[in-house]
Every structure is written in C-alpha cells, then in structure tokens.
C-alpha cells in the first residue's frame, strides 16, 4: 500500500469516517482533526509506520494535510 | 516518611457562568461547555489578592488538620498570576498566618505548581516535619475577556487550594513520585507583562501524551495495575482531557474526579481544590492507591502516589 493510502487509513480510523480529503486539504480547517484527534492521529502513525514521533514534533503544522504528514514520514524514515 | 494529613481550599463567591462570559468572547454558552466541560467558574473580588485567597485557603486546611501555623516546618506557595512576581506570595501567606520566621518558598509555575509542591513537601517532611502546600490564582486577571482571548477567558477561574504534608501522621502515605519539565517547549504555555498566553491545541497534545506516561511510569514501577487506584486526581484543565488521560492509562472514568465544570481551570490551585473536595466527600478511610498528576507551564509535569496507611 502506498504511504498516502496508509496516511488515510489511519486517517480514518481515527475519525471513524471513511473520509477521502484531498493531499493538500487541511485536515483542521476541513474539521477532520482537532488537537485531541491529532494525538491519536500520531500514535496512530507511529503505530503504522514503526516510526517514534517525539514530543517535540507535536505541532498542527507538522500534520495539517497528507503531504505533510507524508513527507514528514519519509524525513523519519 | 511523609503523609497526606488534611486538604483544604476557598472559591471566590462570585459565579461567572458560560452566558456571561460567551457574548464578551464572541462564543456560544453550549460551545465554551462542548469544548471545555466548563459551566462556570469564580473570579475573585478587586479586593483580593493572590496572596489573601491563598491564605484563607491555608487556614481552611490548618482548621480541617486540627493543626496550628506555629507547628508549620515550611510553607510552599505555587502560582502562575502572583500580583507581585519578586517577593511572591509566600512571604506574605506566611505572615498572614502569624509566622516571622518559618521558610516560606514559591513555585511560579502555572497549573503544575502544586504537583510540584506536594513532591517537594514529600521530599521535606522528614526534616521539616509539616509542610504546607498552597496553590493560589486569580486567572481572571491574567486573561483577555475579548474575542482574541477567547481560549483562554472561557477556561480560566480563580481559587485557592491547601495540603498538609506530615512527617508523623496522615490517611495517606505518599509512596512515590515523578516529576518531568521539557524547556523546548516552554513558549506554548507562559505569563509575561501580566498576561497569560497559550497555544492551547499543542498544549493539549502535549498534555494528553505526558500526563498517562508519567501516571503509568509511577503505576509500574510500584507494581500497580490502573484499575486498583481508587481515586485520581489531576489538575482540572479541562474535561475533554481529564476524559483523554483516563482512557489512555486505561482506568475507569468515573475513578476521575472532577469539579471543572464548577469552578473552570483555577491553574496551579486546581489540583488542592479537587483533592480537597474529594477527600471531603469521602466516608471511610482511603483502602487503595491515590494518584495525582498534573501538566502546566514550563513545560512541567508529574505524578504523585499516595497509598492507604
């Protein structure tokens, strides 16, 4: 599965809607993700991609859209 | 060996409810409790002062011990919204209490100042026999009643709270505790010029990843499953996250207290006023585990067992 499409399953999961924004859609302004969801989001990820997401990185601006949250993967990875 | 002897605290009588804060903000009543749990909170009188709140809070807690000021080893004062930053309140909370010469230090650090003195007051009861354990703020001073404030204004209130710390006698022994404080942070949550700021969504998302890694980090390391405390205490911020930490340490909800809908986010006063509350409800003696946690400014954050003697 492509990273994207894996994004968006965690995506869904968490939101519990089977949602599909676009990569460039903000996933707070469109309502998808509030700073509770987000935490979810990223134990979420982390839970996907094996990745450990520090403290410090929790900024919406890190996570605002899937090609955010993409590229900030790859940079992990 | 230090115990939880007696808890004590004071609120403001003016009520400040959702109706009445909403239109100053430009929010809805129903939006400020969806977002927060918070149906009213208490401001202080122009009268008051941090210091005053918190030393009627003191000697709510002294009455409630039995106990007397001159028999205080040390006196440890936090708040985040002092009048006056240098000498703070404790000085003044001190005098109030009739004493000259007794040590009284403050913690200014904003909503997890009690945690912090009630680690600290553990620490000291061995050679300073009692410690009294104050947090006091008055928020409402340190906040934007405007549109741009919005966030905040609805979440803050004012009040006092009060713990005696003994080194002899108590319903709790304090077992255990951690304390945790991450500095690259610190501009998300801070009181400059008078005035309180927060980024209240990375706040959150720190808050709601630290505050159950400390409470499990304290549970395991002293053998104890989530689901045998009896009671937790944290600092009141808000419900939604109070709601947040329970599930994610995986313990009961109703195993929570709160009063946050009461009384809004008093800061550093928040978690003695809960504990104090608590333990004025309670009709038999304490027969599991106690945990306090609490996340504030700095970034500082924490937990505190306690367990039954």
Same mark, same amino acid.
């Given at each position: 599965m ?5 994004i %968006?399953?965690?995506l869904q999961k968490?939101t519990?809607? /089977?949602i599909?924004?676009?990569a460039?859609? *903000? ?6 993700l509030d700073?509770f969801? %987000? ?5 979420g990820l982390?839970? /996907?991609?094996?990745?450990s997401i520090?403290? *410090?990185d929790?900024s919406?601006r890190k996570?605002?859209?899937?090609s955010?949250v993409e ?7 | 060996?230090a ?8 609120l ?21 409790l ?6 009213e909170?208490?401001?202080a009188?122009?009268?008051d002062?941090?210091a005053s709140?918190?030393?009627?809070a003191?000697r ?10 001159a ?11 002092s009048?006056?930053f ?6 003044q909370?001190a005098?109030g209490?009739?004493?000259?010469s007794?040590p009284?230090?403050?913690i200014p650090?904003?909503s997890?100042g009690?945690l912090?003195?009630?680690?600290l007051?553990?620490?000291l009861?061995?050679t300073?026999?009692r ?5 006091a ?6 906040v934007a009643?405007?549109?741009e ?28 505790s ?7 942070a610190?501009?998300i ?9 927060m980024?209240g969504p ?6 709601s990843?630290?505050?159950p890694?400390?409470?499990?980090e ?13 009671a937790?205490?944290l600092?009141?911020?808000?419900l ?22 009461r009384?809004?986010n008093?800061s550093?006063a928040?978690?003695?006023i809960?504990?104090?509350?608590w333990h ?10 106690l945990v306090f946690s ?8 924490g937990?505190?067992?306690?367990l039954p003697?």
């Amino acid at each position: 599965m492509e990273p994207q499409a894996r994004i %968006l399953k965690v995506l869904q999961k968490v939101t519990g809607k /089977e949602i599909t924004p676009g990569a460039d859609e *903000s996933l707070f302004v469109s309502g998808l993700l509030d700073s509770f969801a %987000l935490t979810d989001f990223v134990s979420g990820l982390e839970e /996907e991609f094996g990745v450990s997401i520090p403290d *410090s990185d929790l900024s919406a601006r890190k996570f605002d859209t899937i090609s955010k949250v993409e590229s900030y993967l790859k940079a992990k990875a | 060996m230090a115990y939880l002897r007696a808890f004590g605290s004071w609120l403001p009588p003016r009520r400040v409810t959702n109706q009445e804060i909403a239109p100053l903000v430009d929010a809805t009543p129903e939006w400020i409790l969806e977002v927060s749990g918070i149906e009213e909170r208490r401001y202080a009188s122009d009268q008051d002062t941090v210091a005053s709140i918190g030393l009627l809070a003191a000697r709510d807690c002294l009455e409630k011990a039995g106990a007397t000021a001159a028999e205080l080893g040390m006196i440890l004062v936090a708040s985040g919204s002092s009048d006056r930053f240098c000498p703070g309140p404790a000085s003044q909370i001190a005098a109030g209490l009739g004493l000259a010469s007794t040590p009284a230090l403050d913690i200014p650090v904003a909503s997890a100042g009690s945690l912090i003195g009630l680690t600290l007051a553990a620490q000291l009861a061995p050679t300073a026999g009692r410690v009294l354990v104050i947090g006091a703020e008055i928020m409402s001073r340190r906040v934007a009643l405007n549109p741009e404030g919005k966030n905040t204004a609805i979440l803050f209130g004012d009040g006092a709270g009060a713990a005696l710390v003994d080194a002899e006698t108590g319903f709790a022994r304090i077992a255990d505790s951690c304390l945790f404080t991450d500095g690259t942070a610190a501009d998300i949550l801070f009181v400059r010029d008078g005035h309180f700021h927060m980024d209240g969504p990375a706040v959150i998302m720190h808050a709601s990843r630290k505050m159950p890694r400390a409470i499990n980090e304290l549970l395991t390391r002293n053998g104890i499953a989530p689901g045998e405390v009896e009671a937790f205490l944290l600092h009141q911020a808000n419900l939604n996250l109070i709601t947040r930490v329970a599930a994610a340490v995986k313990a009961p909800r109703e195993r929570f207290f709160t009063n946050i809908a009461r009384y809004g986010n008093t800061s550093s006063a928040s978690l003695l006023i809960a504990a104090a509350e608590w333990h004025s409800g309670q009709t038999a003696a304490l027969a599991g585990p106690l945990v306090f946690s609490a996340f504030g400014a700095g970034l500082n954050w924490g937990a505190l067992l306690a367990l039954p003697r």
